[in-house]
DNA sequence: TTGAAAGCGTTACCAA
DNA sequence: TTGGTAACGCTTTCAA
């Protein structure tokens, strides 16, 4: 059984209410009677029952995490980054990994109801589990997904100004029959991003019948080699390819090369979200990504004000500045990396 | 304000014990009364308060999990199969990333423990700080790191089998001029690791003058880089070598193919850990790694045993098998083409 | 400043 | 089976 603060009460022969109003601050001044209970806390070991603390208190410090797949790097950077935002701002964080499945989404957003979470942040599985978050006694904020729902908050990048950027890019390049690779299942995020791609290549002029838009077929890294594949086995090869992620990027890139192409100088390959692989010598891949820590800090910010103003917080937007790291893939720094190779 | 059973108990012309009593399936048989109990309470949409739950009946469904970086593929891998066990086991889990700093590790420790967890599992900092859990009113599980503290239990790979296997296979490739690099500090994972390594060589007749026994020289990739690159230009270039980490061993792949050679080939490379991007096609490395589905069910099973048994469970010690996987960075066809003509 | 008492939402005991 | 009551560990109000 551990120490409570009747058990410091006992000891300094006092009521128990002063030993919380003391270990508190709750008191004026310090008098002797003050030290001597805050050193036989410390003394017996006291460690407060937050949950006694909390259920009297009706506000909690802990805060839910729905995560589609926290194995996959991209997932788990930004986890790493609400964990670190929630901990500075004195939140627990707990992890859940929904497993791309709505239903599991379902039952840990339950769950944390249950557990007096002070907020829920959530990476959704789908546009269509939004609507699952509607009325909630509590504060919920969407990850890397806008959203119709006006009572939700979100934060995300600018999807449809960081394709335009990528674009441009290309055509900068003198890259003139781009394609872009959307996610397997539509969601706001892949059709942000087609839609700033293809109004890029509009401005600049670009003929539509150059510009492709294809869908990664199947999972990740093989769903972006067989979309590619069929792009070239049609002739369709472009010489610029925007994937909606990395992950399909690198898959476009295995496709490119087994055709005898070369990425950065035939085709150059751009993806989003810079996870670790990516900066790798043998991958350098180019990418888009908006700052995690900016997310992480992002997402806390809404709770903290809910539970700090005591009004509720909701359909809060903040929109993150997309930043392209450039790397191999589109060819500007091909000079470097045969350098590196043969040092 | 959330529903209470007091809400139930009222609209239902009962005492709140009693919806208690027939919310948690404590009666007998079915009345006319537990039925109406059970739809208002569902039409009411009430949702316990485990927090309440949870400080009368003093167990929680909570348990803690440390780990030194979620952003490291091989912590997020495995954090995604002890979340998962923990979910099956009914826990919800306190995701802490202690960031590798031992006073972080010790904050969380404190932290978890005021939540009232039912357990803590943790990747530790190091082997020194295992003291930090001696004596806690509740089990620890440390993962992927045996102890000398007996109260402690512990899931570890027999990483003394495991690079004794990986160095049988050197052997039995034709390799003679051997190499381990370590981790860049020492702990029992890697000098383990090292033992057994040192041990099949012996056993196999290797001369002493033959293996090297070196150490990452900074942080994992670049380490690895730099500990091969010294060796080549030492003029010790090994002809296998085994590295702590699928890390490590891509930065000694980088050093070799830089030196002009060719890995699978001149060089055998084996890592540990099988982390996501060592079976990218572009990487293809062999490694060795337990189940990370078995580490997270054996994570969890001391605390689940002393939550169910209610008596403590310390010093559970659980052993997993290491699985090798082989991929191109041995030159395997090689490997298997001599097998088959010994068989 | 202090202590007694009420209350947070729940479970569990005991007498009816 | 049922309801009243106590208890879990804590905070907070209120009267002294």
Not at 159 to 186: D, K, Q, S
Not at 276 to 288: A, M, Q, R, V
């Amino acid at each position: 059984m551990s120490v409570t603060i009747k058990d410091i009460a006992k000891v300094c022969n006092v009521s128990h209410s002063t030993v919380s109003r003391v270990l508190n601050n709750k008191c004026a001044r310090q008098t002797p009677r003050t030290e001597q209970i805050i050193s036989t806390a410390k003394a017996l070991g006291y460690k407060p029952n937050t949950l006694a603390q909390q259920l009297v208190k009706r506000s909690s410090n802990m805060v839910g995490l729905m995560i589609p797949d926290i194995a996959n790097p991209h997932y788990s950077e930004i986890t790493k980054c609400v964990e670190d935002a929630a901990a500075c701002a004195g939140y627990r964080v707990f992890l859940c990994n929904t497993d791309w499945d709505v239903r599991k989404e379902q039952m840990y957003r339950d769950s944390l109801l249950e557990s007096q979470v002070a907020g829920i942040i959530v990476m959704p599985v789908c546009d269509e589990s939004h609507v699952m978050f509607r009325g909630l006694p509590v504060p919920v904020v969407l990850l890397g997904s806008r959203t119709l729902e006006p009572e939700l908050s979100y934060v995300v990048m600018d999807n449809e100004r960081a394709a335009h950027m990528a674009a441009e890019y290309f055509i900068g390049l003198g890259r003139r029959r781009l394609c872009y690779i959307a996610r397997p299942v539509e969601n706001y995020t892949s059709s942000d991003r087609e839609k700033g791609f293809l109004a890029a290549t509009r401005e600049a002029g670009i003929a539509a019948k150059d510009v492709a838009i294809t869908r990664s077929k199947g999972h990740a890294l093989k769903g972006g080699y067989r979309a590619t594949k069929q792009l070239i086995e049609q002739n369709k090869t472009p010489d610029a390819i925007l994937a909606f992620n990395d992950f399909i990027a690198l898959g476009a890139i295995q496709a490119v090369e087994e055709a005898g192409l070369t990425v950065g100088e035939d085709v150059a390959v751009m993806g989003f979200d810079d996870i670790l692989f990516s900066s790798l010598p043998k991958i350098n891949l180019t990418t888009i990504t908006p700052s995690n820590e900016e997310l992480g800090k992002a997402a806390i910010l809404p709770i903290l004000q809910q539970t700090r103003d005591d009004l509720p917080a909701k359909g809060q937007v903040k929109i993150l500045q997309p930043h392209m790291v450039l790397r191999a893939t589109c060819g500007e720094n091909i000079a470097r990396k045969r350098l590196s190779i043969q040092a």
